[in-house]
Structure formats: C-alpha cells, structure tokens
C-alpha cells in the first residue's frame, strides 16, 4: 500500500520560512527516484493549484507565484521529497499535498493537469500571518 506523509507545515510570519516533506513508502517500484513528483495547495474557498513539480531526471517546474521563493528536491535514499519555502507571505497560508506518480509527462504540464499523480498524501497546513 503507497502512502505519502507530509510533514512540517505550522505558522510562521511573513517573510518565514518553513521545509515541508513527505515520506513515501509502498511504491510499486520502490524509490522515488522513479516517480515525478509535485506539491499542491488548497487554500479555503479556492481551487488546488500546482506549487512545483520534480520529474525523474530532476527537471523542476514551479507556479509563478511561487518561483524564486520554493525549491523542491527528492533525496532518493531517504525515499523523501521536499519544499523549501522562503520568504513566506500570508498568500501562501494552505494546505499543501504532495502527490506521485509513474509519468513522462513534464513537470510543467503536472502542475496544470496533475491527472498522472496516481498517489496523494493526506496534506500539511501552512499558515502564514502578516
């Protein structure tokens, strides 16, 4: 059974950073290092938006709100996959999920059509105040 558990969201001011983390296990081919990968979020009232995605090579591909402030890498041998969040604003203030899934499609077209991610996880809150 694949399970992706987010970590490390909570509340900070803005201009904060947080990493979030989710730990994968149950992968039908085992390592993450052969998933793509992304991170959403949901705020309250508002539709999921992709926040960034990794594919297998490590192309990364980010929403515009978020670049230059995220980062998002895998680290294969702890099965994990992370986002940096720096220079938080209360705009970011989510819940964040990552997702997975067996694809060659782009990190850029996941984030806008994330139908390839087969596995999400339960979701992490962040919440940014002013």
């Known amino acids: 059974q694949v399970q992706l558990v987010e970590s490390g969201g909570g509340s900070v001011q803005a201009g904060g950073s947080l990493r979030l983390a989710c730990a994968a296990s149950g992968l039908p081919f085992g390592s993450v290092a052969m998933v793509s990968m992304g991170w959403f979020r949901q705020a309250p009232g508002k539709e999921r938006e992709g926040v960034g995605a990794i594919n297998v090579p490590g192309l990364t591909s980010y929403a515009d709100s978020v670049k230059d402030r995220f980062t998002i890498s895998k680290d294969d041998a702890k099965n994990t996959l992370y986002l940096q969040m720096n220079s938080l604003k209360p705009e970011d203030t989510a819940m964040y999920y990552c997702?997975?899934?067996?694809?060659?499609?782009?990190?850029?077209?996941?984030?806008?059509?994330?139908?390839?991610?087969?596995?999400w996880g339960q979701g992490t809150q962040v919440t940014v105040s002013s």
């Open positions: 997702a997975a899934g067996y694809t060659s499609t782009t990190p850029r077209t996941l984030l806008n059509y994330p139908t390839p991610f087969t596995y």
